[in-house]
């Protein structure tokens, strides 16, 4: 038998066109990522650093080129976005290391398709609301709980550090831009919820200062 031809990722990636400026102006460097990296797995493309990378400068020119260079990926900031998507504290959206690729998690997943729906038609926003993600089949609310406390946000709110905004907010939420106010509202019910059955006195008063600090947001 003759041997398979091995697969030129690397010609595949330099092939990557991009989208439209509008499609993605709106849309932070985190979610741009994941998506990209999403496209890569489903593309059977390892997730190698240099492989997202031009990925990334490939679909996304104007959030990824270098400032003087625009003609370059800058390096230094895809690095940063990878490494807060494998925060587990900040977004946990996926795992692994710049040296030894990637993983995406299963929040990361759902945020990226998500998110590509939305690259690819725009005027969805337009046509029908926008949901947030759901929660997993099989999530307790143990689970819930635990993600909670591990957030930048609880933590900052421990120390009495008020300093949060609504961007943080809605990565909190593991929402997007222009998710609808009801939407909000319902996954924040859903985690008071979590916090009621698990009688987690400290992670209550936190939601409950969550949606009055932030009334404007939910309602």
């Known amino acids: 038998m003759k041997n398979k031809k091995p697969i030129d990722f690397k010609n595949k990636i330099l092939k990557f066109r991009p ?4 499609n993605y102006e709106n849309f932070d460097l985190d979610r741009l990522a994941i998506c990209a990296m999403h496209f890569l797995e489903e593309y059977k493309i390892p997730l190698y650093f240099d492989y997202i990378a031009v990925s990334l400068f490939k679909f996304f020119p104007e959030k990824f080129s270098m400032a003087n260079f625009r003609q370059y990926p800058d390096t230094n900031r895809i690095s940063k976005a990878l490494r807060r998507l494998v925060d587990q504290k900040r977004k946990n959206w996926a795992t692994g290391s710049i040296e030894n690729g ?6 990361g997943k759902e945020i990226a398709i998500q998110v590509g729906e939305l690259l690819l038609n725009p005027d969805m926003l337009k ?5 947030i ?14 993600e ?8 900052r709110w421990l120390q009495k550090n008020h300093q949060i ?4 907010i809605l ?28 009688k987690d006195k400290k992670v209550i008063d936190f939601l409950g200062w969550l949606e009055e600090k932030f009334y404007n947001l939910f309602h």
């Not at 989208?19 to 509008?22: A, D, I, T, V």
Request: glycine share 2%.
């Open 133 to 146: 993600i759901k929660k997993s089949r099989g999530r307790s609310s143990k689970d819930d709980i635990e």
């Open 102 to 107: 990637f993983y995406i998690t299963e929040t």
């Open 127 to 131: 046509r029908r609301p926008l949901s």
């Open 148 to 155: 909670i406390k591990k957030s930048e946000i609880f933590q």
């Open 165 to 168: 905004t609504d961007y943080e």
């Open 19 to 22: 989208l439209p400026f509008k």
């Open 171 to 198: 990565s909190f939420l593991r929402a997007v831009p222009y998710t609808p106010k009801n939407l909000l509202l319902q996954y924040l019910e859903n985690l008071k919820q979590s916090a009621v059955a698990m």
